[in-house]
């Protein structure tokens, strides 16, 4: 067990609807990053967060969107849903992560994932 | 063009075999990180590397920043082993980008 926690572990749309995803970090960790991983593209990097704010932003798409809370935990909202965001969303969360240097702080952990289902 | 290759992409052992998994990137990095997910799903980060080498139990992780490549070796390989593990980068602009992973097999 990461420490990370992810819900819903599953989740069954349809097309066109609106999902949110959610993540709670490890206790003092203030980092969170979010990844898409799917058959046909493997893992992708969407956004990071450090502390409230936006870090880094990878290839996220505009329908989707991300914040991170006062209490640090996440959550990534998918508008406008396709057939093609079919996937396993991690979250992962590190103490710190800012620099990405490669300190013990940027240790990531990851979250269990949520699957999401777009029929 | 893929930022980080891996090889091989499947692979197949012998219980106690020396296993190497080799990693190579094309953009600067910050750090390079080595994953294990397991077939259920779940990953785990086993090293972060910047320079040089780190030793966890059987495993080794090595890289070489100059010529943009790292290994991940696992010793005295065991069943338990058998999981995806997947290379990936940070580059200097803190983007992060991965490898499609290695499917590891070690056969009792």
């Known amino acids: 067990d990461s420490g990370v926690t992810q819900t819903p572990k599953h989740l069954i749309t349809a097309t066109g609807q609106r999902v949110t995803l959610r993540c709670s970090p490890r206790?003092?960790?203030?980092?969170v990053y979010w990844y898409q991983q799917s058959l046909d593209q493997g893992l992708q990097f969407l956004i990071q967060?450090?502390?409230?704010?936006?870090?880094a932003k990878g290839n996220i798409l505009e329908r989707f969107s991300a914040q991170q809370f006062p209490d640090l935990h996440s959550e990534l909202n998918l508008s406008s849903l396709e057939l093609g965001d079919s996937a396993l969303y991690f979250c992962?969360?590190?103490?710190?992560?800012?620099?990405?240097?490669?300190?013990?702080?940027?240790?990531?952990?990851f979250g269990p994932g949520t699957r999401l289902t777009v029929l | 063009k893929n930022e980080v290759e891996q090889s091989p992409q499947n692979l197949t052992a012998q219980e106690g075999e020396f296993i190497t998994i080799n990693c190579s990137y094309s953009?600067?990095?910050?750090?390079l990180h080595w994953l294990q997910q397991h077939p259920g799903g779940g990953i785990v980060s086993l090293f972060m590397?910047?320079?040089g080498k780190k030793k966890h139990g059987r495993l080794i992780a090595t890289i070489n920043i100059q010529e943009k490549h790292s290994s991940l070796h696992i010793t005295a390989s065991h069943p338990r082993d058998s999981a995806v593990y997947i290379c990936a980068v940070r580059n200097t602009g803190n983007q992060f980008y991965f490898g499609t992973g290695t499917s590891l097999t070690v056969i009792p």
């Open positions: 967060y450090y502390n409230g704010e936006e870090r």
């Open positions: 206790s003092g960790d203030l980092s």
């Open positions: 590397l910047s320079s």
């Open positions: 953009v600067g990095i910050s750090a």
């Open positions: 992962a969360s590190s103490v710190d992560g800012r620099a990405g240097v490669g300190r013990s702080t940027d240790t990531q952990y």
